[in-house]
């Protein structure tokens, strides 16, 4: 079982910044043990992949739409992910949820169905 609770959404402007933070809880497997993502869901539109990390936090993936804006990272002494957020743009509104997998190996996995674990969610409003 992996509890996830997001943090840090909010009203920017358009070009600001916001730094999203997914805090863990793991009852049964080590937080180095788990794939983390971020994906997000405006009104009206499916959920959309964002990025995600490995175990170990060396290897990342984005979505086009945010490379060279988006960063993420994890700490896992902290059990946290993080999705550091630049350039943002008013397209970018939406509703980030952090997701979690177990596999037994690290793959690039934007598949939304794959991931057992999720976050209530937090808001993020970029205005024009």
């Known amino acids: 079982q992996v509890q996830l609770v997001e943090s840090g959404g909010g009203l920017v402007q358009a070009g600001g910044s916001l730094r999203l933070s997914c805090a863990a809880s793991?009852?049964?497997?080590?937080?180095?043990?788990?794939?983390m993502a971020w994906f997000r869901q405006a009104p009206g539109k499916e959920r959309e992949f964002v990025a995600t990390?490995?175990?170990?936090?060396?290897?990342?993936y984005y979505t086009d739409s945010v490379k060279g804006r988006f960063t993420i990272s994890r700490d896992n002494a902290r059990n946290t992910v993080y999705l550091q957020m630049n350039g943002l743009k008013p397209e970018d509104t939406a509703v980030y949820s952090c997701?979690?997998?177990?596999?037994?190996?690290?793959?690039?996995?934007?598949?939304?169905?794959?991931?057992?674990?999720w976050g209530q969610g937090t808001q993020v409003t970029v205005s024009s």
């Open positions: 997701a979690a997998r177990i596999p037994s190996f690290w793959t690039i996995n934007a598949d939304p169905k794959d991931y057992p674990y």
């Open positions: 793991t009852r049964t497997f080590g937080f180095g043990n788990v794939v």
């Open positions: 990390i490995s175990q170990n936090g060396i290897s990342t």
